[in-house]
Structures are given as structure tokens and as C-alpha cells.
């Protein structure tokens, strides 16, 4: 029987899960859409994980959870190591890329640029305030011009004249973007406009006062648009690189997380029969209101957290 | 003349930090007034002040706003707002609150320290006349002096405080010790020599308080907008946050620091090599402390503002070039309103993890 460790990265979007072996390699991987569920895409995604693990040769003994609901999940499936997804992304990445020197990330809402130098972080940045120019933007406009998102990147690429477009704010955009259809722009130009208004966006905001540097490696949801990789290409003047795992990178990046920790924490599939039930309720004790999270495994509370004070505190 | 048939005001001034002892200590032995201790600032406070105020005005406009009203809610009459030396929007400040508490039909006294002119200190004195007319000179300027020593006292004690509490054995200690010493405060006798003793004796305590320093723990510096920076509530406690994580955080901003022990032109001839004209308000204080802490070879810099902060918006650049000229890695944070503490544990966390990686990675190198 050998060692194997589990890493699950739940975010906004998507809900991905990798299980590794004690080398680093991915024994198997899947990725599900979160549908404002993270527990239940968790559930479906271990189920989806059990059907194409090898029970018999390899026991999973640690999991590390990363994204947006990384607390939650890790609560719930009771993780050796809950990790923030720049450190997640950071380690999965250079365990494919060892060379690597700048990521790109663009996610559903968030977007962000990790610096390494010799392997080891030495600069990032995260979008602040709103979720201009990520991957719901994308969505959202490829649904005001009736294209598929997964053909977005595609037609955009048959335009020879990109539409300029600003991509500042959502808001901004979309003026911008009805205007230039209703003068008679074609929707290759305003998608390949959008693209890089985007890489824009990011090139400014994100990656602001960051010096990029080859090799670059693309990463989140966006990187499966052929456009904006391209326009990443054109306005930064290097080759952009995009893995076929490069979705997975993030979870990866959890799972061997959870076997550096050396913390032995058995899991077992069954836990997606279990009644799990997740309360948030207002404190109430004060004028804060804080909302407290409780997570109960079959009735029993495993943990709690939101509350600023010790009032707040809920026990078993 | 018999003052005590006089109705006393009910005076208050908003939450900040912890200076609110001694303003509190100002009105009611200097002034002979009432004092009304603001509610401590929670989340109603932000949606009141909120609720009130325009909406791209800088967060502390909204928090101060927000005192007020609680402050008026628990019987306060006449309110306080700083202003008057800086050069930023703070200057309006309490020209348009005085003008929203108003509106919103409480009938008030508003004093505006704007209002004073720096050039004529007389002019304070028909402000303090609004206060209470029948003030004496000397008592003022005897707890003027009582309360310098306290500022003093005030601003070592939480500089000692945000050196050490990260390493406390016994989570809390700190925060006791310095909950005993504030109370001290409140209750010291009008004079310098009975707030020393309470700074000797609160050292003494926190020193006693056993701790765990690492041999060569991270460095931290903490720059940026003078009310989030000093305000708990508004950097969603940052400060202690960094310090759980084993940090060690030196904050140079504090009251003291700025107003009395300051030097604008020494600071200006540090940095002059990256800045030519200052910028207003806090921006040359926080680039010459940064400045000065990536020389001394700290691991990281926090820099804190609400979010439009102007002149610290300015002063990021600046700091940028900076760090990159001592390789240091800096975290920007801008606040509002918000209040979920995620994203911002998401970039602390990964702003910890790169810093603690970074190092590890250098002394394997020197091995």
C-alpha cells in the first residue's frame, strides 16, 4: 500500500481536485463547476475522484484544501493543510515548471500575478477591489453577444482589426461595447477587442510595477481562451505558457502542501455520505453582528468561526 | 465665581486608536466638563456613518461620522473634529459633518479645530470658549502638560505592546496589561510625576510577561494612512493579525511621532534621492520610514489606506521604486466599508508564506 495525498482548490467558479503520490505525480484529477455550492461540488467531486482512484494500491493520508471556500471544505473533510491559493499556485506551478518566472492567473473573480526568482515567491499581487476583467466578465459578454464562452477565444482570433474597448469597469465596457456593435463592428473584432482589453486591464492593474519575465505560464479559467492568450503574447512579447493541467495547478500545489506537512490524517470516500450541514447564523450579542459559521458533521459541530470575540464563540 | 451651578456640555470626540483616555482626560480635568465615551465601533457605527456620508469620501469621514451619531444617541451635545494642520480632505471634515449632524435635525455644538488658526494660537482660546466659557488658563495649560506626558506614555506603552504581543506564551496577556494600563489613566491623579509611575509600573508589568522571540523573526514595517493605520477597527486589526502569524510589526505612526518628535526637513533630505516636493499630510513620514527600514534589512512593508486616500495614493509609486531598489516586498491595502475579513487573510497569509520561503531560501544559499 502506498501513500497518497488529496488536494482540493474550491473557488468561485470551479471546484478542482488532484490526488498525488509520494513523487509529486498526478495519480488522477477532476474539475466540476461550483454552482454556488462548494459543498456539494465537493461531494460530487470526490465521488468523481473515487471512480478513478486505485484503492487498492494507494490510501489516501492528508489532504490540503486552497481557494475561495478552502476554510469550509477543509473543516469539513478534515485537512492536514488549508492553504491560500497564491502559495498553492505558486508551489503546484513549479513543480511542473521548475524554471518559472512569472504566472499569470485569471480566475472566475479574481486575478493575480505571482514573481518567483529561483523558485521561490518574491512578488504577487491580486486584483483589489471589483472583478473587472475576469473570467465572469467574459462570461458576461460573451452572453450579450450570443457566443458560447468556450468558442469565445476562437472567433476572436479571426479578427484582423480588434475593436478597442475599455475594460477598466464592467460597466464602462459594456457602454463601450454596445456602441461599437451598433455601429456596425463584427463580433470577431469586438471579441478579439474584449481579449485584449482585458490583457490590458490586467498588464495595468494587476501586474502593475511587476517586471514579467520569461518563462510566463497562464493559468485559471481564462487561459482556456485561445484569444487572450494570444493577446498576452502580443502585448507582453513573450510566449505564454498554458498546461493542459494547468487548471489543476492550484489543488496540485494543495496536495503536495499536504505531504511536505508529514501530518497523517487518513480520509476515507465515505464521507460523501455523510450528512454534513454547514449554519450561519448573526451572534447577536453585540452591535457587530458577526456571522458566525458553524460546520456540523452528522449533528455534531467540527468547527466554527466569524466571530471577532470570545461572546461570539460557539462550543460543542 | 461659582461654576458648579453651571449646566456642564456633554462632550465627545469619535473613536480613534486609543487617544480617546486622553481627550476624555483633556475635557473633564481641564475643561471641568462632561465627557460621553463613544461606543466602542462596530459595525452599526460604519453603516450609520455610512448611511450619511457621500459615498467616495475617504473611509475615516464615515467612521468619525458614525461616532457622532452614537455619541449624540448616548447624550453628547457638543462634538469634537480634528483638523488644521494637514493638507487633505480631513480639513472639510468636520466642516461637512458639523453640517450633515445638523440637517439630520440634532441641535448641537459643533467645535472644528479647522476653524483655529495655526499662525494665532489665540485663536484656540474662542474655540475652548465654546466648550466652556468661564475656562481658567492655568488649569489648561496644567492638564495640557498632564496630558503630553500621557501621549507619551500612551504611544511607548502601545509601541511596546505591538513589539511583543505576537510572541505572549499566554495568549491575552498583553491586551490586559494594557486594558490595566488605560484604566490607570483614566483615574491618574492632574499631574506629570502620577503618569510616570503608571508608565514604570505598566513596563515593569509587561515586561514580566513571559515571551518566545525566534532568533531572527520576520520584520515587518507598517506605513500608511494615519487614521487606518492607528485605527483598530478600520484595518480589520491588521496589526495583531501580522503579529499572531509570528510577525514582528514596528508601526513608527502614532500621535506622538507625528505631532511632537517629527522633523519634516530631516526627513525630506533622507529621501530625497525619490522624492522632490512632499506629497501632503503622512506621504514623507511613511516614505522616509520605509525608507529607513529597508536599509536596516526588513523582510516585508504593509502599507494601509481607506480606499481614494490621495496623498498615499501618491506616495505609492514612490514606494514601489523603493522597494524594488532593496528588494523588499510590499502589500498594498485598500480599505472602505467592507467588512469580510477573507481576501484580506488571503494576501496576508500568501505576503507571510512568500516572506518566510524568501528567507529559508537565503539561508540555505549562505550554507
Known amino acids: ?316 | 465665581m461659582d461654576k458648579k451651578n453651571t449646566v456642564k456640555k456633554k462632550v465627545s470626540f469619535s473613536q480613534f486608536g486609543h487617544y480617546n483616555v486622553l481627550f476624555e482626560y483633556f475635557i473633564t480635568h481641564g475643561l471641568d466638563q462632561e465627557y460621553v465615551v463613544p461606543p466602542a465601533i462596530t459595525k452599526r457605527t460604519m453603516e450609520l456613518g455610512n448611511r450619511h456620508s457621500p459615498d467616495f469620501v475617504c473611509s475615516p469621514f464615515k467612521f468619525t461620522l458614525g461616532c457622532f451619531l452614537e455619541a449624540i444617541e448616548a447624550g453628547a451635545d457638543t462634538l469634537v473634529q480634528v483638523g488644521g494642520v494637514v493638507a487633505c480632505r480631513l480639513k472639510y471634515y468636520g466642516a461637512l459633518q458639523e453640517k450633515i449632524i445638523k440637517d439630520l435635525g440634532y441641535d448641537i455644538t459643533f467645535v472644528n479645530l479647522a476653524n483655529a488658526d495655526r499662525e494665532h494660537p489665540l485663536s484656540f482660546l474662542s474655540l475652548i470658549r465654546m466648550l466652556n466659557p468661564d475656562y481658567s488658563l492655568p488649569k489648561i495649560l496644567h492638564t495640557g502638560v498632564t496630558v503630553l506626558a500621557m501621549l507619551e506614555a500612551l504611544d511607548r506603552t502601545q509601541a511596546r505592546l505591538n513589539r511583543n504581543v505576537g510572541f505572549e506564551v499566554k495568549d491575552g496577556d498583553y491586551d490586559r496589561a494594557f486594558g490595566r494600563f488605560l484604566q490607570r489613566l483614566r483615574q491618574a491623579d492632574n499631574n506629570v510625576f502620577a503618569v510616570l509611575r503608571i508608565y514604570g509600573r505598566t513596563k515593569k508589568e509587561m515586561e514580566a510577561i513571559p515571551v518566545e522571540i525566534p532568533d531572527d523573526p520576520i520584520r515587518i514595517a507598517m506605513i500608511g494612512e494615519y487614521y487606518t493605520v492607528m485605527d483598530d477597527y478600520s484595518s480589520h486589526n491588521i496589526e495583531k493579525k501580522m503579529a499572531k502569524y509570528g510577525m514582528y510589526v514596528e508601526r513608527w505612526m502614532n500621535v506622538s511621532n507625528t505631532l511632537v518628535h517629527y522633523s519634516a526637513p530631516k526627513r525630506r533630505k533622507v529621501i530625497k534621492d525619490y522624492v522632490k516636493y512632499d506629497m501632503g499630510v503622512t506621504t514623507t513620514s511613511n516614505i522616509g520610514f520605509a525608507l529607513d527600514c529597508a536599509k536596516r534589512g526588513f523582510d516585508g512593508i504593509i502599507h494601509l489606506k481607506s480606499f481614494g486616500c490621495t496623498p498615499e495614493i501618491d506616495a505609492m509609486p514612490v514606494l514601489r521604486n523603493i522597494c524594488s531598489d532593496y528588494d523588499v516586498p510590499i502589500l498594498f491595502f485598500s480599505f472602505d466599508c467592507q467588512n469580510a475579513d477573507t481576501g484580506i487573510e488571503t494576501r496576508l497569509e500568501a505576503f507571510y508564506d512568500m516572506i518566510k520561503m524568501k528567507k529559508e531560501n537565503g539561508k540555505e544559499k549562505r550554507k
Not at chain 1, 514573481?115 to 521561490?120: M, S, T
Not at chain 1, 450579450?144 to 477565444?153: P, Q
Not at chain 1, 456593435?181 to 485584449?196: F, T
Open chain 1, 1 to 316: 500500500m502506498k501513500n497518497a495525498f488529496m488536494g482540493i482548490d474550491v473557488g468561485s467558479i470551479s471546484t478542482k481536485g488532484t490526488i498525488i503520490d509520494e513523487n509529486d505525480r498526478i495519480l488522477c484529477g477532476e474539475y466540476l463547476y461550483t454552482k454556488g455550492d462548494p459543498l456539494e461540488a465537493v461531494k460530487k467531486l470526490l465521488r468523481l475522484l473515487e471512480a478513478r482512484f486505485d484503492a487498492e494500491n494507494y490510501r489516501i493520508v492528508a489532504i490540503g484544501t486552497t481557494g475561495s471556500a478552502r476554510k469550509l471544505i477543509g473543516a469539513v473533510l478534515n485537512a492536514a493543510v488549508i492553504k491560500n491559493e497564491i502559495t498553492a499556485h505558486a508551489v503546484g506551478t513549479t513543480n511542473i515548471h521548475p524554471d518559472v518566472r512569472t504566472i499569470f492567473e485569471i480566475g472566475g473573480q479574481d486575478s493575480k500575478i505571482i514573481i518567483l526568482r529561483n523558485g521561490v515567491v518574491t512578488d504577487y499581487a491580486m486584483n483589489t477591489l471589483c472583478a473587472a476583467g475576469t473570467g465572469a466578465f467574459i462570461s458576461n459578454q460573451a452572453a450579450r453577444l450570443d457566443i458560447r464562452v468556450e468558442d469565445f477565444g476562437g472567433i476572436a482570433l479571426r479578427s484582423t482589426d480588434p475593436t478597442p474597448i475599455a475594460a477598466r469597469c464592467t460597466v464602462f465596457a459594456e457602454s463601450d461595447l454596445v456602441h461599437k456593435l451598433q455601429i456596425g463592428c463584427s463580433k470577431e473584432d469586438i471579441a478579439a477587442g474584449l481579449c485584449r482589453a482585458i490583457v490590458l486591464n490586467y498588464l495595468n492593474n494587476v501586474a502593475k510595477g511587476k517586471k514579467i519575465e520569461p518563462p510566463v505560464v497562464f493559468q485559471g479559467g481564462v487561459s482556456k481562451n485561445i484569444g487572450v492568450v494570444k493577446a498576452f503574447e502580443n502585448e507582453t512579447g513573450y510566449p505564454v505558457i498554458v498546461d493542459e493541467n494547468g487548471h489543476l495547478a492550484g489543488a496540485w500545489g494543495a496536495a503536495i502542501l499536504a505531504r511536505r506537512a508529514g501530518i497523517i490524517r487518513p480520509f476515507d470516500f465515505r464521507i460523501t455520505d455523510v450528512e454534513l450541514k454547514i449554519t450561519g447564523k448573526s451572534c447577536g450579542r453585540c452591535a457587530n453582528n458577526c456571522e458566525v459559521i458553524c460546520v456540523y458533521r452528522e449533528g455534531a459541530l467540527v468547527d466554527s468561526w466569524g466571530n471577532r470575540c470570545e461572546r461570539g464563540s460557539v462550543t460543542a
